[in-house]
């Protein structure tokens, strides 16, 4: 069975400061790991994967990731945070090459800029 | 721009009243589709696969009977409330895989904020 934990549902950065949100995962057979945003009343908006190759995934926005399978993490960063980026992030993990495609999230990071 | 387009936004009903929810995809044919429900403050959790053509995959604990799904072609997929009543409020949002690879990411639609009176 596949799990995601977030470590803390809430994180709070100033304007201009390192976001850093915590992903770890649990999956028997290598994963396929993303991150996801959603703002207020909105869907999900893709951030960045990762599936197999490079370990240090770049996204959009500024942010990346970087797949640790000794840790079994996939942390997201940005060094510098912006307003705009005050949202609910979203780790979720899939099966790998088999997956059918079903995504298990994570319980979910609200991050909160401070000007 | 959206890949994946979700109708209507929002809806406000009586108890008692069926509810359609549509998910399109846009510039893409979409074999599986996906269905969410998403409570205030928390996570999403997978309802159903939806499949083209085929009957859908509910998760464990799903009601069939409550949720109805149909995947008619390979850019839409239907999710009907039936008998809605207040507990079924929630944020519904459906989800499709670009084709192909299956490292292929999911796109989200924007959600459906269901409200029963």
């Known amino acids: 069975a596949q799990s995601v934990t977030q470590l803390g549902s809430h994180v709070s950065v100033s304007e201009g400061a390192l976001v850093l949100l915590r992903c770890n995962y649990s999956?028997?057979?290598?994963?396929?790991l993303f991150w996801y945003v959603q703002y207020p009343n909105q869907g999900l908006q893709l951030l960045l994967k990762y599936t197999t190759g490079a370990t240090l995934v770049k996204g959009i926005n500024g942010f990346e990731a970087e797949f640790k399978k000794s840790e079994t993490s996939f942390h997201l960063t940005k060094p510098s945070a912006h307003m705009s980026d005050a949202a609910e992030y979203f780790c979720a993990v899939t099966r790998g090459s088999s997956n059918t495609g079903k995504l298990i999230f994570g319980q979910g990071t609200t991050l909160q800029v401070k000007p | 721009g959206a890949v994946v387009s979700q109708h209507p936004s929002w809806v406000i009903c009586k108890s008692g009243t069926s509810v359609k929810i549509e998910c399109r995809s846009l510039d893409f044919q979409a074999t599986t589709m996906f269905w969410y429900r998403q409570f205030p403050k928390q996570s999403l959790m997978l309802m159903a696969t939806?499949?083209?053509?085929?009957?859908?995959?509910?998760e464990q604990g799903v009601e069939k009977d409550k949720f109805l799904i149909n995947h008619a072609s390979l850019t839409l997929s239907t999710l009907t409330v039936t008998s809605a009543h207040p507990e079924d409020s929630s944020f519904y949002i459906c989800?499709?895989?670009?084709?192909?690879?299956?490292?292929?990411?999911?796109?989200f639609g924007d959600g459906t904020r269901l409200s029963i009176l």
């Open positions: 999956s028997s057979v290598p994963p396929y």
């Open positions: 989800s499709a895989r670009w084709p192909g690879h299956s490292n292929q990411p999911q796109h």
């Open positions: 939806s499949n083209e053509g085929s009957k859908a995959t509910y």
